[in-house]
């Protein structure tokens, strides 16, 4: 099926994504092909540079840095230098720490679930995560990050167990 519409969609894989594909690579090779069909760009350590109105945009996607082919320099190299706004995307919010300070102005990630399920003292966090991020206390929404503005996306989905509780499921819509 392909998506209608007259604004792209861009997106580059999470965890989830290859583990679901961990021993199949034709699997994971028909699947973006699939999704490339649907009329989604996917951007694995590559920039689209686009035009909006006056404005120029840089938009990056970053591969997963456990699981994919992560390679934040070749993906940061192909960043529009003469953008008026410089924006990137990956899956897991810890890459952020290997990024250059001021390297992009916006990434968007997602990762934590927004805690998936809220437990008190945020043990959720504390026992079941390990990035560095999260052990820091920054866990979703907006914070500012290696002179980066980094917003956590808390997703619609789950992990383990197919309940939320307390961390409501969210889209992030940025309008440029």
């Known amino acids: 099926n392909e998506i209608k519409g007259n604004h792209p969609i861009y997106a580059c894989f999470g965890n989830h994504d290859y583990?679901?594909?961990?021993?199949?690579?034709?699997?994971?090779?028909?699947?973006?092909?699939?999704?490339?069909?649907?009329?989604?760009?996917?951007?694995?350590?590559?920039?689209?540079?686009?035009?909006?109105?006056?404005?120029?945009?840089?938009?990056?996607?970053?591969?997963?840095?456990?699981?994919?082919?992560?390679?934040?320099?070749?993906?940061?190299?192909?960043?529009c230098k003469d953008a008026d706004t410089i924006l990137a995307f990956t899956h897991n919010p810890d890459a952020v720490l290997s990024m250059p300070p001021k390297s992009v102005e916006y990434l968007f990630t997602g990762h934590f679930h927004g805690g998936q399920v809220w437990l008190p003292f945020n043990l959720e966090f504390l026992t079941l995560r390990k990035e560095k991020l999260c052990r820091m206390g920054i866990r979703r929404n907006l914070h500012k990050v290696n002179d980066i503005n980094i917003y956590i996306n808390r997703g619609l989905g789950n992990v383990c167990l197919p309940i939320r509780f307390l961390s409501r499921p969210e889209i992030t819509v940025f309008l440029i």
Not at 33 to 60: A, F, R
Request: hydrophobic share 30%; glycine share 8%; proline share 0%.
């Open 19 to 79: 583990k679901a594909f961990r021993d199949d690579k034709e699997g994971l090779i028909q699947y973006t092909k699939e999704i490339e069909q649907s009329g989604i760009q996917l951007l694995h350590n590559k920039t689209i540079c686009m035009e909006k109105g006056s404005k120029k945009y840089s938009i990056t996607g970053i591969a997963d840095m456990k699981y994919g082919d992560w390679n934040i320099e070749e993906a940061l190299a192909t960043r």
